[in-house]
C-alpha cells in the first residue's frame, strides 16, 4: 500500500468512546483497500472479518478476533455487519469460514443470502427451520474453538 493510501486509511480509523456502562464503544469499519470489514474498540483494531468478490459474489474467507477483555459480542458484530451489507447491495455470499456458517446456522434470515446450490457444500440448511444439506462422499469437519 503507498503512503498516500495508508494516510487516507489511517485518517479514517475511527475512536471509540465507552458506552454508559462502561464498556468500549465497538466501531466497524468497511475497508475496501484491503477487503475486509474491521471492529475497532477503544481506537485499536480488534477484529475483521475477510473477504474476496468474485462477480456478484462475496466469498467470506476468514474472522480473526483478537482478545478484546469485555468486549465479547465483536465476531457476531462483525458478521452481521457483512452478512448486512452484502444484502443491502443484493450480492450473494458464499460462507468459507466457519465461524460465518456457524452465526447463518444461528441466524437463519441471512441464509437467502446464499445461493440455492451451494447451501449443501457449506452444510447449510436449505430453507429457515429445515436441517443443513450434506454433500455425499464428504465428512462433516467440526472445529472446537477453545473456551468452549
Known sequence: ??????????????????????VPAVALVHNLVLSQFE?????LLAGYVRYSMRGAEMWLLHV???????????????????LDDAGR????VNPYCLEVRAFMRENPSYLQL???KWRGRFRLPDAVGSQATTVPGRRNHTRVLAGS
Open 1 to 22: 500500500m503507498d503512503a498516500k493510501k495508508k494516510k487516507q486509511y489511517l485518517a479514517v480509523a475511527p475512536q471509540s468512546a465507552a458506552d454508559v456502562s462502561g
Open 39 to 43: 471492529a475497532y474498540v477503544s481506537g
Open 89 to 92: 447491495r443484493r450480492i450473494a
Open 114 to 116: 446464499v445461493p440455492q
Open 64 to 82: 480473526h478476533v483478537a482478545n478484546v477483555g469485555a468486549v465479547n459480542d465483536v465476531p457476531q458484530k462483525l458478521i452481521r455487519l457483512v
